[in-house]
């Protein structure tokens, strides 16, 4: 059975109404990312972190998986697939897939300061204050910036046993992430699906089309091989 590893971001929860951080009119333009997704941000003020990820968590009660999400999911019917995304949206879990990796976090769960995960709060929100049981503040589930990744050397040895790669919704600009195409060593084809124009190396295969109808051509182009 073949094994297809999908790299995902936030253009694919886009076309679900997850508004993307680096897009015009994306969320940093109304927050400071350094403000409220650096670990030097909780410290200095971690009511405005928390509203800012409550509002998050908030926002997964409006939403639904898309179609991008679903094809995915539904190629697990035919084919071992690992997802590998840099979402802590849980968009990937709803619409059915079962092997995910999440590089930065998961917005519907809490931890502690030492990044021990407490519980699954969903949508709920953090209340100010609130203490782990070992006294330090209860915090998103997130990887900051100016945090290391845990899961990153996970999605290197993934990313290695591919059979097939394919990349949507990420502008491959955030390392670590970014250089998880490096990887792909022993894969027989890599896919990237992108509305935009991008530089691809020669031997990958651009899709130039948003998540949802290029997952549709890759599974097109995927019962063709």
Same mark, same amino acid.
């Given at each position: ?11 694919? =929860? ?6 993307? #951080?680096? &897009? =015009? ?8 990312? %350094? ?24 926002? $997964? ?19 071992? @697939?690992?997802? /590998?995304?840099?979402? @802590? ?16 976090? %998961? ?5 502690? %300061? ?6 699954? +709060?969903?949508?709920? *929100?953090?209340?100010?204050?609130? $203490?782990?049981?070992? !006294? =330090? $503040?209860?915090? *998103?589930?997130?990887?900051?910036? !100016?945090?290391? /990744?845990?899961? +990153? &050397? ?8 591919? &059979?097939?790669? /394919?990349?949507?919704?990420?502008? $491959?600009? @955030?390392?670590?992430?970014? !250089? ?9 084809? @890599?896919? +990237?699906?992108?509305?935009? &124009?991008?530089? /691809? *190396?020669?031997?990958?295969? #651009? ?6 109808? !290029? ?8 019962? =063709?091989?």
């Amino acid at each position: 059975m073949k094994h297809i590893v999908f790299l995902t971001g936030a253009g694919i =929860s886009a076309e679900s109404g997850i508004s993307t #951080f680096r &897009d =015009s009119n994306g969320l940093w333009e109304n927050y400071d990312v %350094e403000k409220v997704a650096s670990i030097n941000g909780w410290y200095e003020n971690p009511s405005l972190v928390n509203k800012f990820y409550n509002e998050r968590r908030k926002q $997964l009660e409006t939403v639904e998986p898309n179609e991008a999400h679903k094809l995915i999911a539904e190629l697990e019917k035919a084919y071992k @697939v690992t997802v /590998v995304t840099q979402n @802590v949206d849980n968009l990937h879990e709803r619409a059915g897939s079962t092997n995910i990796i999440h590089l930065h976090g %998961e917005l519907t769960k809490v931890c502690n %300061e030492k990044k021990t995960v407490i519980n699954n +709060i969903g949508t709920k *929100p953090i209340i100010d204050g609130t $203490l782990a049981e070992d !006294g =330090s $503040l209860l915090r *998103p589930f997130i990887v900051w910036f !100016g945090e290391a /990744v845990p899961l +990153i &050397d996970k999605a290197v040895e993934i990313i290695q046993t591919a &059979d097939i790669l /394919v990349i949507v919704g990420t502008s $491959l600009n @955030v390392y670590p992430a970014a !250089g998880l195409v490096n990887y792909a060593i022993n894969s027989e084809k @890599v896919y +990237i699906i992108d509305p935009k &124009d991008v530089k /691809v *190396p020669k031997n990958f295969h #651009f899709i130039k089309e948003k998540a949802g109808a !290029g997952m549709q051509i890759f599974i097109n182009n995927l019962e =063709s091989l």
